[in-house]
């Protein structure tokens, strides 16, 4: 039996989109607006908010380790709205390498404060709208990561697998409230996010005092690009294509997958024996 779709235009639903100043955010953040959607599109730095604003889109300044910052895009969410939050996307992360045992203790805050912490803080800000309108979406973006760890990604694994158990309790603690919540786990997809955790590689890790150096000297290798091309890397569009059908279907799923590492690991982590499976991924590593 087919699975009935909402009007896919969006029908002036209002939903608030974060991280939303390249890559996955700002791709579905323009294609949601093509579609009906009124959007609240958040982002960091003043020319990013500005950029968000020539295209047409509404945009407000969101740091997820900052509270007020928070309750002013839900403030902002609820006035484009006229008074209602149809749907949360939750998207701007950012990706910490390195080994568990050269993470000092504050950088791996720093990668919750931004991929968990605040992500459950903006969530709890927008239930009692959608609770009070009688139904919502809220939707996060995960990661393969959140279900299999590759090495030497540790704190990045660390806060997408705890957002993935959240995430589904949410799922489970909302049920019969018309309030829907769905996890999209994408693999490699074209962004900046690369680059981005480039820097923060850098700024971080003692990459020539570690017992890992030579890990990382490939890993350095890998992120800037002397390794060739990963031939499985898709556009944001693929995330795209699935959150339109979070937010839409009568039917959400609680799981999304994209890209084909995505959905390989998904099927190798059921059937695999632990030993099979821990050398795909220090292979990968």
């Known amino acids: 039996m087919r699975r009935k779709v909402r009007d896919m235009s969006g029908a002036g639903r209002t939903i608030l989109i974060t991280g939303c100043s390249s890559g996955i955010g700002l791709h579905c953040a323009r294609r949601l607006a093509e579609d009906g959607w009124n959007v609240v599109a958040t982002a960091r730095r003043d020319e990013d908010i500005a950029m968000l604003g020539d295209l047409g889109l509404r945009s407000v300044y969101l740091d997820y380790a900052e509270s007020p910052s928070l309750e002013h895009a839900v403030a902002a969410t609820l006035d484009a709205g006229n008074g209602r939050i149809d749907a949360l996307f939750n998207n701007g992360a950012y990706g910490q390498a390195g080994a568990v045992?050269?993470?000092?203790?504050?950088?791996?805050?720093?990668?919750?404060?931004?991929?968990?912490?605040?992500?459950?803080?903006?969530?709890?800000?927008?239930?009692?709208?959608?609770?009070?309108?009688?139904?919502?979406?809220?939707?996060?973006?995960?990661?393969?990561?959140?279900?299999?760890?590759?090495?030497?990604?540790?704190?990045?694994?660390?806060?997408?697998?705890?957002?993935?158990?959240?995430?589904?309790?949410?799922?489970?603690?909302?049920?019969?409230?018309?309030?829907?919540?769905?996890?999209?786990?994408?693999?490699?997809?074209?962004?900046?996010?690369?680059?981005?955790?480039?820097?923060?590689?850098?700024?971080?890790?003692?990459?020539?005092?570690?017992?890992?150096?030579?890990?990382?000297?490939?890993?350095?290798?890998?992120?800037?690009?002397?390794?060739?091309?990963?031939?499985?890397?898709?556009?944001?569009?693929?995330?795209?294509?699935?959150?339109?059908h979070a937010l839409t279907s009568d039917r959400p799923k609680a799981h999304y997958r994209v890209t084909v590492p995505t959905h390989f690991m998904a099927v190798a982590k059921r059937l695999l024996p632990q030993t099979v499976l821990d050398r795909i991924l220090i292979r990968s590593g």
């Open 101 to 244: 045992e050269d993470l000092a203790t504050d950088v791996l805050r720093r990668q919750f404060e931004a991929n968990f912490f605040g992500w459950h803080e903006l969530t709890r800000r927008v239930l009692p709208h959608m609770r009070q309108a009688g139904g919502g979406r809220i939707v996060h973006c995960s990661s393969i990561l959140g279900f299999v760890p590759y090495p030497w990604r540790g704190a990045y694994n660390a806060s997408k697998f705890a957002l993935e158990g959240l995430a589904s309790t949410l799922r489970l603690e909302l049920h019969g409230s018309g309030i829907h919540v769905s996890l999209i786990e994408p693999g490699p997809i074209a962004s900046k996010f690369t680059q981005n955790g480039l820097r923060h590689f850098i700024e971080n890790i003692d990459i020539e005092g570690s017992v890992h150096a030579a890990a990382y000297q490939r890993q350095l290798r890998r992120l800037n690009g002397a390794s060739g091309v990963n031939r499985f890397r898709l556009p944001p569009e693929a995330v795209y294509v699935k959150l339109r």
